[in-house]
């Protein structure tokens, strides 16, 4: 027996004794001796839950860059071959990452896939709560009738951040400790983030909480701190409508009565329009807010927890024309 034959022998049998001590069994060798498992992720924001949760024990791959909009994505190639290796898949839901399915469907996946809408209170959760009524069986209506950006109320984020990890362990056993340590830290500082936002918000006078934007994305925050969304440049939850001159006139009389000083574009959206009635209804564009997605690293917006943050500050700032600044 030559040194090298000794050396490969005793490199198998460490392995047998790895993937023993691992519980492996599934045939996925390499993937168990390490740890490791792949994980695909649509959105940017839901690229850094997984990120959060994973730690250094799951490789993260995501689908959607910065600033792009995930209501007119193409899929392509590279996302298949991804989805192809990934143990997991997690979808935002609601029609924003429909794309999915046929990049699922190319890749003849087997990965669990989860789709975080169905972890969270949606909005029209709440709605039938407040009118009395009850759910029926615990499914969700027509998905387009359920606004899709969930992730806008840190509460729900928290509920996608707990689904997120219970499916890594349960694609990942060995994990649980470690998935369960990095979810209840990054759980944490999802509360303190709330926490502040509520506060910042409630020293802006309510009178003052009126809202216009570009595109209806920020319903989920403006329900949970309070804010009056009084018009719509795109008047729907797509990116993808237009806005009639009827609409546009209307919205501007709207932003005039109300008083409405600022008006709030989002990142990924031609501005254009929005210019145009801010100039008409004599009020100033206020900076982007971090909508669809998040901002590209290196800003304010390149994690979640900033792009609330940086959104939080820029609305404050514009709805007390900068006599309220918040900590945050
Ligand atoms: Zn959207």
Not at 66 to 75: I, K, L, Q, V
Not at 235 to 251: I, K, M, W, Y
Not at 256 to 263: D, F, K, N, P, Y
Not at 280 to 285: E, I, P, T, Y
């Amino acid at each position: 027996m030559t040194a090298r034959q000794i050396i490969s022998g005793f490199a198998t049998g460490l392995a047998a004794v790895v993937l023993a001590a691992c519980g492996a069994g599934d045939g996925n060798a390499e993937r168990a001796a390490t740890g490791d498992i792949a994980v695909v992720a649509t959105t940017t924001q839901l690229g850094d839950f997984a990120r959060q949760v994973a730690g250094d024990r799951a490789a993260v791959r995501q689908i959607l860059a910065a600033n792009s909009d995930p209501h007119d994505y193409e899929p392509r190639p590279s996302d298949v071959k991804a989805v192809t290796g990934a143990a997991v898949v997690l979808r935002s839901g609601g029609g924003l990452d429909d794309w999915l399915d046929g990049v699922l469907r190319n890749a003849g996946s087997q990965a669990q896939s989860v789709t975080l809408l169905d972890a969270v209170r949606t909005r029209e959760d709440e709605g039938q709560e407040g009118d009395g009524g009850s759910r029926d069986g615990g499914g969700h209506e027509d998905a387009s009738d359920i606004d899709p950006h969930w992730w806008q109320d840190p509460r729900n984020a928290m509920s996608a951040v707990r689904e997120i990890r219970d499916a890594l362990v349960s694609a990942d056993p060995g994990g649980r400790d470690a998935y369960a340590a990095t979810a209840e830290r990054y759980l944490a500082r999802l509360g303190d983030l709330d926490r502040a936002i509520a506060a910042c918000m409630a020293g802006v006078p309510e009178s003052k909480r009126k809202l216009v934007t570009d595109h209806d994305a920020l319903g989920y925050y403006t329900d949970r701190y309070d804010i009056d969304v009084i018009g719509t440049v795109i008047p729907a939850r797509s990116t993808q409508a237009q806005a009639s001159a009827g609409e546009v006139a209307r919205l501007v009389r709207t932003i005039r009565a109300a008083g409405v000083t600022t008006i709030f574009p989002q990142g990924s959206g031609n501005q254009k329009l929005t210019r145009a009635i801010a100039r008409d209804a004599g009020a100033k564009v206020g900076p982007a807010l971090y909508a669809d997605s998040l901002g590209a690293p290196g800003t304010d917006g390149a994690t979640y927890i900033g792009s609330m943050k940086a959104n939080t500050r820029a609305l404050v700032n514009g709805f007390t024309g900068g006599r309220h600044a918040c900590r945050l």
